[in-house]
């Protein structure tokens, strides 16, 4: 037997709670994995809150990271006994996930943990510094260097912004950060922001084309927010986009992007080649302050997870959420 969190939805509502499983109810995969830590994410939140309809089938134990130790392995690439960790491919949604003790994947979703990372340390950074890296790598593909100007992180105190800032102030680059939590200024200039904005300044509706205001940006917010941004854009500037906390929909035009040849870069870090995932994780390794790292981090057990996924969804969270499902 093992703890997990379990979401139901039948005639008697929607529902998640801190249950006991047999492993012999894991979902069918060829490795095996007795996890350490894992993670909360937006998109945790949503399925624990059912918020929003992320979870695909019922009964489902979320949490789209995990990082432990292969139990059992008919993979070719891991053996019992080696530290794994997972970000995305519809685990949490679609396969049982890892805000549990125990979990069976299938081997192409695995990486082995960076040697520079502990598990608790991987997943302080999870899906959120991840796809911060994928977000980066992304600009820096796309040309963008420090001397273009500064860049713009939405959503900052977040934990895809709380990173995007930390990892773009350490290669160089002048962040600009917009968080609706002005009390939180302190923190971000800590993480490297030089400067930072309103929220409000950015999420109501905008003008097509705007004043030139930066260089590049990394989004996690979406929506009006997006609009806004790609609307500040430089000439030739670049912005990646990666999230949808303010929304799924786009109410901008085309403007900056025909007039000003701004380019938009999608980020889809869930079904990432295994290549892509291990390169990402190497610039992590190489990047991430672990020192800083501390300080982004909160850690919960089972139970509390619960209790903070709501106040996740209400943007009362800074940084990462880590949970120890041992505890």
């Known amino acids: 037997m093992f703890k997990a969190i379990l979401i139901d939805k039948d005639t008697t509502g929607y529902r998640a709670r801190l249950t006991e499983l047999d492993q012999a109810q894991l979902p069918e995969g060829d490795v095996s994995v007795r996890v350490a830590y894992s993670t909360l994410n ?12 992320v979870v695909r089938q019922f009964p489902m134990v979320p949490g789209i990271d995990l990082a432990g130790t292969v139990e059992a392995s008919s993979h070719p690439r891991f053996r019992p006994g080696e530290q794994v960790l997972l970000n995305g491919w519809g685990v949490g949604e679609s396969h049982w996930g890892g805000l549990a003790q125990r979990a069976r994947l299938q081997g192409d979703w695995l990486i082995h943990l960076p040697e520079a990372f502990s598990a608790r340390q991987a997943m302080a950074i999870g899906t959120a510094g991840y796809t911060a890296m994928l977000c980066l790598m992304a600009l820096e593909r796309n040309g963008l260097s420090p001397e273009h100007g500064e860049v713009l992180v939405t959503g900052a105190s977040g934990g895809v912004g709380s990173f995007a800032i930390s990892l773009l102030a350490k290669l160089g680059y002048s962040v600009i ?29 905008g003008r097509p084309l705007a004043r030139e ?38 109410p901008g035009s085309v403007a900056p992007f025909i007039l000003r040849g701004v380019s938009l870069l999608g980020i889809n870090s869930v079904t990432r080649p295994y290549h892509e995932r291990v390169h990402a994780w190497e610039r992590l390794a190489a990047e991430v302050d672990l020192q800083q790292l501390q300080q982004i981090t909160r850690e919960v057990s089972l139970q509390e997870a619960l209790a903070v996924a709501p106040e996740l969804l209400e943007g009362k969270v800074r940084g990462r959420v880590v949970v120890d499902v041992n505890r």
């Open 213 to 250: 205001r930066w260089a590049a940006a990394i989004d996690s917010v979406g929506s009006h927010t997006l609009a806004n941004v790609c609307a500040g854009t430089a000439a030739d500037g670049l912005v990646a986009a990666c999230g949808l906390a303010q929304g799924m929909d786009f």
């Open 42 to 53: 937006y998109k945790d939140g949503l399925a624990i809150t059912g918020k929003s309809p």
């Open 177 to 205: 950060a917009a968080t609706g939590r002005p009390e939180e200024a302190d923190y971000l200039k800590g993480l490297g922001a030089s400067r930072i904005i309103e929220r409000a300044e950015l999420s109501q509706p």
